[in-house]
C-alpha cells in the first residue's frame, strides 16, 4: 500500500515510458505487431464480427439508397433525426484526435507521443464515418456534388451564406488534413518498417508509402517544419469545424436552437466525447499487445484528467443554455427548456445531466482514473450519453415549436438503429485493419522519448 | 562500377553531430547527416538554410484565403445576386468561414508536398541503399556519407578523415 502523500510533497508520477526501453527495443517492440506477430483469434473474431456489422451497414445504406430516407423515422416537424445525431456525434469524436495530435504537440505535452497516432488514426476514420451521414441524409445521395461550386450548365451556385454549405468546406478541409497530417507522421514509421522487413512483399509494401524516406538530414529539417506547420494549421481548424457544425443549429431562429453559446459549447463537447473514444481504445489495445511501458498509468491518468476537464466545459454550457432560456423570458424558449424537463424525451434530458454532470464526478478521484476496469466502463457510458446530448438537442427542439398544430413525435425505425450499429462497426472495422498493418504507437517519437528519458538519466 | 561517396557509421547523435561539424570545417560542401530520428542542432551543424516548407505555406495559404473570398464574392455578388431584405450583396462576415478553411485547406497541402518536393521524395532508389548495414538507420545507427561529387573528395584523403572521426566503420557506397 503506498502511502498517503502529505500537503507540500510531490507525487511521484509515473514515467511516460518504462526505463528499460532502448532506441532498438522501442523499434521492435512497435514494428513486430505489425511485421512479425501472426493473426490472433481474438483480432480474427472481432474482425469477423466487425465486418458483418460493415455487411450490415451497407445493405441498410442500399436499402436506403433504393427505397429514400422515409424508411427512416423523420418526418415533418422531424426532420433532422438519427443522421445529424450520428454526424456530430461521430465528428466529434474526431476532434480529440487533432487535440492530442496537434494541440498537445504545440504545447509540449511529451506525453502525447505514445498515443498521437492511434489518435489520429481515430480522426481519420471516426470524419469517414461522420461525413457519410449527411450525405446519406440528402435523400438523393448521388447528387451530393451539387454542394461543390462548380461550374455548370443550370448556372447555380450553392448558397455560400447557408452554414449547410460551410460544412461541406468545413468536413472536407478537416478530412484533408487529417489525412496529411497522418500519412506525413507515418512516412519516417513505414521507412522503419521497409528496413525492419521480414519478407520481400512487406519490404516492397511499406517501400511504396514509406517513398524513399532515408532518414536524412536534409529529409527531417523540412519534415520538422512541416509537421509543426501542420499542426498549427490544424489547432484553428478543429475549434473551427465544430463551430461550423454548431452554427448548424445556431444559424436557424429555433427555440433551443438559437443559442450564441453553442459554438464553445460543442467545441467542448466533441473533445469531451472524443477522449472518452480514445480511453475506449487505449485501454484494450495495451492490454492486448503488451504496450503498457509505451502507455504507461500516466497517460491513462493525463487522459482520464481531461476528460474531467472538458466535461466540465460542457457541464457550464448545460447551465448557461438554461440560464438563458430563463434570464429571456421568451415564452418559446422557456417552454422548450420546461418540455425538455417535462416533455416526451425528458428521459433522455434527466439521463444526459445524470450521467454527464453527476457521474462525471467520479473522475475526481485518482482511484477511479487509476483502474482500468471502471474508466473504460464510464467512457462507455459517456460516449452514449454524449450520443444521447446530440439526439436530445435535436429532437426536442424540433418536435414542438411555435405552434402546437405542428407538434409532432420522432422515433427511430430499424433502419435508423442499422446505420448508428453499422458506422460503429465500420469504424471499429477500420480500427481493427489499422492495428495489424499501420505501427500504432509512432516509431521514431518512440525513440525520440527513448534518448530525452536517457538525457534526463544522466542529468539527475 | 562508380563510386556515390564514402560512408561512415556512428553510435551515437553526438559523434554524428560532431562528424558533420567537422566535414564542414574541413570544406565539404555535398554530404549529408542521416539518422533515426531528427537531431537537435543537426541542420545549423550541416549549414543547411531555413527551410522552405513555411514559406511555401504561407503563400499557398494567402493565395487559399483569396480563392476563397473571390470565389464567394463572384459567385453570391457578381454571377447570381439574390437581394435578401436589401442587406448587402458582399456579406463578408459570413464569407470568412469559407476563407478561412480553404487557407487552411491550401497551406496543408502545401505544407505536406513541400516537404516532399524539397526533401527530394518520392525516390524509390538512392545509393545509400545499397550499403550493408544501412537498414539500421531507422533503428539506433548513425551515419555520414560524403559524396564523390565533392570538389574536395579524394578518396584516400576522406577516407583517412572519416576514420580520424572515430566511427565503427567507414565504407565505400557504390552507385
Known amino acids: 500500500m503506498p502511502e498517503r502523500p502529505t500537503t507540500g510533497q510531490l507525487v511521484p508520477r509515473p514515467p511516460v515510458i518504462a526505463p528499460d526501453y532502448t532506441p532498438g527495443s522501442v523499434t521492435d517492440a ?11 483469434v481474438p483480432w480474427l473474431a472481432a474482425f469477423a464480427v466487425t465486418s458483418l456489422v460493415v455487411l450490415g451497414f451497407l445493405a441498410g445504406i442500399g436499402v436506403l439508397l433504393f427505397v429514400g430516407v422515409g424508411i427512416w423515422g423523420i418526418n415533418i416537424p422531424v426532420a433532422w433525426g438519427f443522421a445529424i445525431t ?14 492530442i495530435s496537434a494541440i498537445l504537440l504545440l504545447l509540449h505535452q511529451e506525453w502525447r507521443n505514445s498515443i498521437n497516432r492511434f489518435a489520429e488514426a481515430m480522426t481519420v476514420f471516426a470524419v469517414t464515418c461522420a461525413a457519410l451521414f449527411p450525405l446519406l441524409h440528402l435523400g438523393r445521395a448521388w447528387l451530393f456534388y451539387w454542394l461543390i461550386p462548380y461550374p455548370n450548365l443550370m448556372s447555380l451556385w450553392p448558397q455560400f451564406r447557408s452554414p449547410l454549405v460551410l460544412d461541406v468546406f468545413a468536413i472536407s478541409t478537416y478530412f484533408t488534413i487529417s489525412l496529411l497530417f497522418w500519412y506525413l507522421g507515418l512516412i519516417p514509421d513505414f521507412a522503419t518498417l521497409r528496413d525492419q522487413a521480414t519478407s520481400r512483399f512487406q519490404r516492397i509494401f511499406y517501400g511504396i508509402f514509406a517513398m524513399g524516406w532515408r532518414g536524412a538530414g536534409r529529409h527531417w529539417h523540412h519534415y520538422q517544419m512541416g509537421y509543426l506547420l501542420l499542426a498549427g494549421l490544424a489547432t484553428p481548424l478543429v475549434v473551427s469545424v465544430h463551430s461550423v457544425v454548431s452554427i448548424d443549429f445556431a444559424y436557424a431562429l429555433l427555440p433551443g436552437w438559437h443559442s450564441s453559446i453553442f459554438p464553445p459549447y460543442f467545441v467542448a463537447g466533441a473533445i469531451y466525447s472524443g477522449f472518452a473514444m480514445v480511453i475506449t481504445l487505449t485501454i484494450p489495445l495495451r492490454k492486448f499487445y503488451g504496450l503498457d511501458g509505451l502507455v504507461t498509468d500516466r497517460h491513462i491518468d493525463n487522459m482520464a484528467k481531461l476528460l474531467l476537464a472538458t466535461g466540465l466545459v460542457v457541464d457550464y454550457g448545460y447551465l448557461m443554455e438554461m440560464f438563458t432560456a430563463w434570464y429571456s423570458a421568451e415564452r418559446y424558449e422557456m417552454f422548450t427548456l420546461y418540455n425538455r424537463m417535462t416533455g416526451p424525451y425528458a428521459a433522455v434530458f434527466w439521463l444526459v445531466l445524470a450521467i454527464n454532470i453527476g457521474v462525471l464526478q467520479l473522475l475526481w478521484i485518482r482511484r477511479v482514473r487509476r483502474h482500468l476496469l471502471s474508466l473504460f466502463v464510464l467512457s462507455l457510458v459517456i460516449q452514449s450519453a454524449m450520443w444521447l446530448e446530440r439526439y436530445m438537442i435535436i429532437i426536442t427542439a424540433l418536435h ?59 542529468v539527475r | 562500377m562508380s563510386l556515390h561517396g564514402l560512408i561512415a557509421e556512428f553510435e551515437n547523435s553526438e559523434e554524428l553531430l560532431h562528424a558533420a561539424r567537422s566535414a564542414r570545417a574541413e570544406g565539404y560542401r555535398r554530404f549529408e547527416a542521416y539518422c533515426p530520428e531528427p537531431v537537435e542542432g543537426l541542420a545549423e551543424a550541416m549549414g543547411l538554410k531555413d527551410s522552405g516548407v513555411a514559406f511555401a505555406v504561407l503563400f499557398a495559404a494567402l493565395i487559399g484565403a483569396a480563392i476563397g473570398y473571390m470565389l464567394q464574392y463572384y459567385a453570391l455578388g457578381l454571377d447570381y445576386p439574390i437581394n435578401t431584405g436589401g442587406r448587402p450583396l458582399n456579406s463578408w462576415p459570413i464569407f470568412i468561414v469559407i476563407t478561412f478553411e480553404l487557407a487552411i485547406l491550401f497551406g496543408g497541402i502545401a505544407a ?64
Do not use: Q
Not at chain 1, 512497435?30 to 490472433?40: A, W
Not at chain 2, 538507420?137 to 580520424?164: G, K, P, W
Open chain 1, 400 to 458: 414542438r415549436d411555435f405552434l402546437p398544430r405542428s407538434w409532432g413525435m420522432f422515433a427511430g425505425t430499424f433502419w435508423d438503429w442499422l446505420l448508428v450499429i453499422g458506422s460503429i462497426g465500420l469504424f471499429f472495422w477500420l480500427f481493427l485493419l489499422f492495428v495489424r498493418y499501420i505501427p500504432m504507437i509512432s516509431i521514431f517519437e518512440g525513440r525520440e522519448m527513448v534518448h530525452k528519458a536517457a538525457r534526463e538519466a544522466g
Open chain 2, 112 to 175: 505536406f508536398l513541400a516537404v516532399l518536393i524539397l526533401s527530394g521524395l518520392p525516390r524509390p532508389y538512392h545509393p545509400v541503399f545499397n550499403v550493408p548495414g544501412f537498414e539500421r538507420v531507422s533503428r539506433d545507427r548513425y551515419f555520414l556519407v560524403i559524396e564523390s561529387a565533392d570538389e574536395r573528395f579524394d578518396e584516400e584523403r576522406t577516407r583517412r578523415f572519416l576514420l580520424s572521426l572515430g566511427p565503427r566503420e567507414v565504407s565505400e557506397v557504390a552507385d
Open chain 1, 86 to 99: 450520428n454526424f456530430v456525434w461521430w465528428i466529434g469524436i474526431g476532434h480529440a484526435g487533432t487535440l
Open chain 1, 30 to 40: 512497435i514494428s513486430e505487431i505489425v511485421l512479425k506477430k501472426p493473426h490472433t
